[in-house]
């Protein structure tokens, strides 16, 4: 059985549809939801499912041992970020090498990197007329969104979007594909 943790921030719309994809999955489980915010809506969603949460203290996580201890007692094998606003530590990475993978609401190169997140990378988008937008999924390495990528979908972006209004038509991209590309990753 493989087991999955997932890092969130947020809303955790993601985390719910991977936590269904693979509830009475023969080979992969989720295991552990780990996140960053002690009100994110994410907790609730791993409550809902009795699914174990960590809230992660900043001052362990980033000067610490990024938590690597824990998650190997746990026999997490494979990290799922899904909104997950910090960092990843270089400590974590080495530990799950090839193992950490990332959503990103954007068809990078373009419109990632910090400050690049949740809205700001729909407002940016919007802002340069854009006539198409989608979403990245990659391996995630020491720099933020830049490792490999591993699928890509496009979307249209209306000349009449929002940010808001772009970001639905992206989380329907994001819940079609992410939990079956994170299952073809893990098998
Ligand atoms: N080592 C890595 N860590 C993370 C990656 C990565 O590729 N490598 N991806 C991000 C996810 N992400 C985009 O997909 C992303 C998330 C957040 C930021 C950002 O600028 N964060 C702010 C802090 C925001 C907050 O604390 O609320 C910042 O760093 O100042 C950029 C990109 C997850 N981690
Ligand atoms: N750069 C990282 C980033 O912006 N990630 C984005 O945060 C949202 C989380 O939504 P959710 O909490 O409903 O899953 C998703 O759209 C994801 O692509």
Redo the contacts with the bound molecule.
């Keep these: 059985m493989t087991s999955i943790a997932i890092?969130a921030?947020g809303a955790g719309s993601n985390a719910r549809k991977i936590i269904e994809h693979f509830s009475h999955h023969p080979k992969v489980r989720v295991d552990l939801i780990v996140c960053?915010?002690p009100n994110a809506g994410v907790l609730n969603i791993a409550d809902e499912h009795g699914i174990p949460t960590l809230l992660l203290d900043k001052e362990q996580f980033f000067r610490g041992n990024a938590y690597v201890d824990e998650f190997k007692v746990d026999d997490i094998e494979f990290i799922v970020?899904a909104?997950?606003?910090?960092?990843?530590?270089?400590a974590l990475?080495h530990a799950y090498p090839e193992k950490?993978v990332?959503?990103?609401?954007a068809l990078l190169p373009k419109y990632?990197?910090?400050?690049?997140?949740g809205n700001?990378?729909h407002e940016a988008v919007i802002a340069n007329k854009e006539t198409e937008s989608g979403i990245?999924i990659?391996l995630?390495?020491?720099?933020?969104?830049?490792?490999k990528i591993i699928f890509q979908a496009k979307c249209e972006v209306k000349k009449d979007d929002t940010p808001e209004s772009l970001a639905q038509r992206i989380h329907e991209l994001e819940h079609k594909h992410y939990a079956k590309v994170i299952e073809q990753l893990v098998s």
Aim: glycine share 14%.
């Design positions: 890092f921030s960053n915010k970020l909104g997950f606003l910090w960092k990843i530590p270089d990475i950490i990332n959503i990103h609401p990632g990197g910090k400050g690049m997140y700001f990378v990245t990659h995630v390495d020491e720099v933020y969104d830049h490792g």
